[in-house]
């Protein structure tokens, strides 16, 4: 299986700030790697697709990148309601991981 | 709008198979080239994935469950089942549905189920 390293496990902080998050598989994935927001009590839902695509809707201070084995999600400018975890997911083989989660929160 | 809900037992026995259904509405489920996946995340803890059907009926499994999971697809009923056997304690998760092309875009509101005696 592809291991899908995500750091760091928690951050906090301030609204305003640029908030990075990164993702690294265990072997190369090409662009196959999604970023989903999960609010408490909620659904996961995707943000980020193939690595830099943003899906419709999503607001545009969330963004993506990378290709191979390491990728960044990035916050332009954290917003009160972006509290949330945050994961990102390898589909490039079978079985599809995702990684362990990054818990954001408000300075 | 495709809309996906999981239905189910919320409380299952030690040994026995869990069950669950998500039916799909605002969309057929044979319709496009897609797939039909079952996530689970207990409490407090990552997604794990489970497997997945494609309309076709073909299935994947993830290795650590395969010998326990069954995913079979209704289209008639535009709806698609998980069946899990011989559940112990380290089952109990909250269920997800999703329709996935490549990525999950949607998802049930997820289903929590509870192993125990």
């Known amino acids: 299986d592809i291991q899908m390293t995500q750091s760091p496990s928690s951050l906090s902080a301030s609204v305003g700030d640029r908030v990075t998050i990164t993702c690294q598989a265990s072997?190369?994935?090409?662009?196959?790697l999604n970023w989903y927001q999960q609010k408490p009590g909620k659904a996961p839902k995707l943000l980020i697709y193939?690595?830099?695509n943003l899906e419709t809707g999503v607001p545009s201070r969330f963004s993506g990148s990378g290709s191979g084995t390491d990728f960044t999600f990035t916050i332009s400018s954290l917003q009160p309601e972006d509290i949330a975890t945050y994961y990102c997911?390898?589909?490039?083989?079978?079985?599809?991981?995702f990684g362990g989660g990054t818990k954001v929160e408000i300075k | 709008q495709v809309q996906l809900q999981e239905s189910g037992p919320g409380l299952v026995k030690p040994s026995q198979t869990l069950s669950l259904t998500c039916t799909v509405s605002?969309?057929?489920?044979?319709?496009?080239?897609?797939?039909w996946s079952w996530i689970r995340q207990p409490a407090g803890k990552g997604l794990e994935w489970i497997g997945r059907?494609?309309?076709?009926?073909?299935?994947n499994y993830n290795p650590s469950l395969k010998s326990r999971v069954t995913i079979s697809v209704d289209t008639s009923k535009n709806q698609f089942s998980l069946k899990l056997s011989s559940v112990t304690a380290a089952d109990t998760a909250v269920y997800y549905c999703?329709?996935?092309?490549?990525?999950?875009?949607?998802w049930g509101q997820g289903t929590l189920v509870t192993v125990s005696s």
């Open positions: 999703a329709r996935t092309s490549g990525y999950e875009d949607y």
């Open positions: 605002g969309g057929s489920i044979s319709s496009g080239s897609y797939y």
């Open positions: 059907i494609y309309t076709s009926g073909s299935t």
């Open positions: 072997q190369d994935i090409s662009n196959y």
């Open positions: 193939d690595a830099s």
């Open positions: 997911q390898q589909y490039d083989n079978l079985p599809l991981v």
